[in-house]
């Protein structure tokens, strides 16, 4: 079977579904693949290079579809390419179909088989497919950029000869895939990143790549508002009010503000209000990543990027994967073979197209002149609503008072058994063993419980691999080589002294190997 990929026909789309690197591993498949000359060459991916991958260029769009037996695209079909699908055909491309009814009707009309990209259930093992967070990953990084180019100062905070630069505060709106990639690039550009989000479990996350979680003064605030699948709920009015509430309060500090709320099949929701932005000053930065469904912000303006009377910048942009095409059509062409493997099992070059299969079956939405959508849900959820925790109880000043007598009173008869064990494993040994021997098994004892008790009651964040067990036992070694080396025997002061110059060896060794360790965790 063939398997091929048209140049994109919306304006302004930069990606491709193949990418010379993809139609090696689609060849290994089974299938010839097929590509229009020029569909690459936007997203950096010259005629040349794919026919150096074993790709046949074809001239024209219509030869394309015409040839190929499988057609993988980057967006929704157009009407002009619906006319083009025939019986049988396999079409692979994103398609929205809960808001392209009319579309679905058109292909189920033409007797293909339609398999939406942005459909694919968010399971673990679809995790290769999943088109939508490979996308909202560059777009959250993307969004980060274009912040940059639009602000007037640097992420990082410095300490020049010409003064101090102070760090830009950033709000990220919506802690997804696209959030977290937000997150970690400002992050990582130096920013002091805060972030919000109505599921609980995402606080975790988001303090674990150095942002600040912002929290609501409000109870509803800790029930679970995850949906499965990954998306947020909405929220109740009760829990909107308090939320726009906490938005107002932390507008005048912010300096750039991205959101990236959407909630499927719906309109974005409005979070940040025009009076959020009145109060921002001037030269802040807002980027909409959800623009294409109507913005979080009340002046987004789809497409376009405006300045407000108060000197906000608004990006809203809807192309954000696509100013990063190369990247982006990498990720999506490998999330595309990841699909055409599961559909190929045998790696013949023939579609098994199997319904039973989660994956498939969720993604297929029209199939042998049937519409097939919606799924019926996968039999595992991606990701679970979050369970209740329930609250610790408090104890009152008598419980505590009793739990601690009880843990001293414990920890004292778990000390007094052992000292009379070892007292009278003590007087079991003295009863046989000779005096001189007797002195210096005590001493022994003692340095070994003494050694026991300092080295164990550090701190376990203190100890290093050389510093903890092993200089206790070089001090030991040390002093005890020390006292032999008087002896009037020369092979008693040799051994003495190599004793003492290895335990020194180890000892220093130690505390250099400490220096380093510490050395890694300290800021220039």
């Known amino acids: 079977m063939k398997i091929g990929a048209p140049k994109e026909i919306l304006e302004g789309e930069a990606r491709v579904a193949m990418t010379p690197d993809s139609a090696v591993q689609l060849r290994k498949l089974g299938y010839d693949c097929l590509i229009e000359a020029g569909a690459g060459e936007a997203a950096g991916f010259a005629d040349a290079a794919y026919e150096k991958a074993g790709v046949k260029v074809v001239q024209s769009a219509a030869a394309l579809w015409q040839g190929a037996d499988i057609v993988v695209k980057v967006r929704e079909p157009v009407a002009e390419e619906v006319a083009r699908l ?15 009814e009319a579309l679905l009707e058109q292909c189920k009309a033409r007797g293909a088989t339609v398999i939406a990209m942005d459909m694919v259930p968010r399971i673990s093992r679809a995790q290769k497919m999943d088109a939508l967070s490979s996308m909202a990953n560059i777009a959250g990084y993307r969004a980060v950029i274009e912040a940059g ?9 410095q300490v020049t000869a010409a003064g101090k630069v102070p760090p830009a505060k950033v709000l990220v709106v919506g802690a997804g895939v696209a959030g977290l990639a937000a997150i970690g690039t400002a992050t990582s550009l130096g920013a002091m990143v805060f972030a919000f989000d109505v599921r609980p479990e995402v606080a975790e996350q988001i303090e674990s790549m150095g942002a600040e979680f912002v929290f609501l003064d409000f109870e509803e ?4 508002g995850s949906e499965s699948g990954g998306y947020a709920k909405p929220s109740s009015p009760e829990f909107r009010e308090k939320q726009l509430e906490k938005f107002r309060e932390l507008a005048p500090e912010m ?43 009340d002046l987004t303006r789809p497409g376009e990027k405006i300045v407000s009377d108060n000197g906000v910048t608004v990006v809203g942009y ?10 982006s059509s990498t990720l999506y062409a490998t999330n595309i073979r990841h699909m055409m493997t599961d559909l190929t099992p045998a790696k013949d070059g023939q579609v098994v197209h199997n319904m039973e299969d ?11 002149g ?92 203190l ?51 400490t220096r380093r360790m510490l050395a890694m965790f300290q800021k220039s």
């Open 86 to 100: 025939r019986k049988g055909q396999t079409l692979i491309s994103f398609f929205w179909p809960a808001q392209n």
């Open 149 to 157: 180019s639009n602000f007037g100062r640097f992420f990082t905070g």
């Open 221 to 224: 605030a800790t029930a679970d």
């Open 255 to 297: 300096d750039i503000v991205i959101t990236t709320a959407l909630i499927p099949g719906r309109p974005a929701p409005k979070l940040w209000l025009e009076d959020m932005v009145a109060a921002m000053k001037p030269g802040s930065v807002i980027v909409d990543l959800a623009a294409e469904k109507g913005g979080n912000c």
């Open 318 to 327: 809807t192309d954000f994967a696509s100013r990063m095409a190369t990247q």
């Open 358 to 368: 989660d994956v498939i079956r969720g993604a297929t939405v029209t199939h042998e």
């Open 370 to 461: 049937e519409i097939t959508f919606p799924p019926p849900p996968p039999k595992v959820k991606a990701i679970a609503a979050a369970p209740r925790k329930e609250k610790p109880k408090e104890l009152t000043p008598e419980e505590k008072k009793a739990r601690e007598a009880a843990a001293f009173r414990k920890q004292t008869i778990t000390q007094i058994g052992m000292l009379g064990v070892g007292a009278l494993l003590m007087l079991l040994v003295g009863a046989f063993a000779p005096a001189s021997f007797m002195s210096h098994f005590i001493v022994f004892a003692l340095s070994c419980f003494v050694g026991f008790q300092v080295i164990w009651n550090v701190s376990h964040s």
């Open 463 to 513: 100890h290093t691999p050389l510093m903890a067990v092993t200089n206790a036992i070089s001090g030991i070694i040390i002093l005890g080589a020390l006292l032999q080396i008087g002896s009037g025997n020369w092979l008693v002061v040799i051994l003495a002294t190599v004793s003492v110059l290895i335990a020194t060896i180890n000892i220093v060794g130690g505390f250099l190997v």
